[in-house]
């Protein structure tokens, strides 16, 4: 069982950059394919990248492509979303996910992921 704390949330200015991290607890980080989403207030929680085991496969949804890279470090047991150009519309919690999957897969519906973090919140003023 993986249990995931996110950090490096808070505020910025339009424009500006985050990079949030979510660690893992356990020695089978390795063996999870990992996902960031972001829920808005009266949104419902969407999906905004994903990492495959191997870290070699990503995958962004389109509002954040060219803008936010998913990233991992095995050895920490840590999966990164380095955010830039952020805009208001990013405003949201944002939370980490882990599934157990093969070495090179993606996954970015909610309910494959098995372990979620508690979120962290991302606020970008205009």
């Known amino acids: 069982q993986a249990q995931l704390v996110e950090s490096g949330g808070g505020l910025v200015q339009a424009g500006g950059s985050l990079r949030l991290s979510c660690a893992a607890s356990?020695?089978?980080?390795?063996?999870?394919?990992m996902g960031w989403f972001r829920q808005a207030p009266g949104n419902e929680r969407e999906f905004v990248a994903g990492?495959?085991?191997?870290?070699?496969?990503?995958y962004n949804t389109d509002s954040v492509k060219g803008r936010f890279t998913i990233s991992r470090d095995n050895a920490k047991n840590t999966v990164y979303l380095q955010m830039n150009s952020l805009k208001p519309e990013d405003t949201a919690v944002y939370y980490c996910?882990?599934?157990?999957?093969?070495?090179?897969?993606?996954?970015?519906?909610?309910?494959?992921?098995?372990?979620w973090g508690q979120g962290t919140q991302v606020t970008v003023s205009s």
């Open positions: 996910a882990a599934k157990g999957s093969s070495w090179s897969e993606v996954w970015v519906r909610i309910y494959d992921y098995d372990y």
């Open positions: 356990g020695r089978t980080f390795g063996n999870y394919a």
């Open positions: 990492v495959s085991r191997s870290g070699v496969t990503t």
